[in-house]
């Protein structure tokens, strides 16, 4: 036979404190502990529960001891840097390029170098032709 709380007055919610939710948090987060099991014995639907255990990880419901478990898992704080173009971060390194066409011409090119810039002499120096 199970046990039937009935409420009676205006009121047909069921208040409870803060030390109350804390203490119940703080069960819950013990080693081998259940949420559903301690739920289950204080009477309060799981996702309640739940709910509350996030509220005290944000400290919503005020300071209370190492209600961080030791495998949860947290993220890093990241910054995204703009992306710089390629030739822009090589620039400084005085190296040399020299390409030897297959009608003679010849194509020098020292110091950082712009990709398109290159590609754009390639394809003119070799008649367009791709090899």
Do not use: Y
């Not at 005290?56 to 995204?80: H, I, K, M, N, Y």
């Not at 005085?94 to 290159?118: K, M, S, Y």
């Amino acid at each position: 036979m199970s046990k039937v709380a009935v409420l009676s007055g205006p009121e047909r919610r069921r208040r409870w404190t803060t030390a109350e939710k804390r203490r119940m948090v703080e069960e819950s987060l013990a080693p081998g502990a259940s949420v559903v099991e301690v739920a289950r014995r204080h009477d309060v639907h799981p996702n309640l529960l739940t709910v509350w255990r996030r509220q005290a990880r944000t400290g919503a419901l005020g300071r209370a001891p190492a209600l961080r478990q030791e495998d949860e898992v947290q993220f890093a704080a990241v910054s995204v840097a703009p992306e710089r173009p390629a030739w822009t971060t090589r620039a400084g390194t005085g190296g040399t390029i020299e390409i030897a066409f297959a009608n003679g011409v010849q194509l020098r090119i020292t110091g950082a170098v712009d990709p398109a810039t290159l590609a754009a002499a390639v394809a003119a120096l070799s008649g367009g032709q791709a090899r």
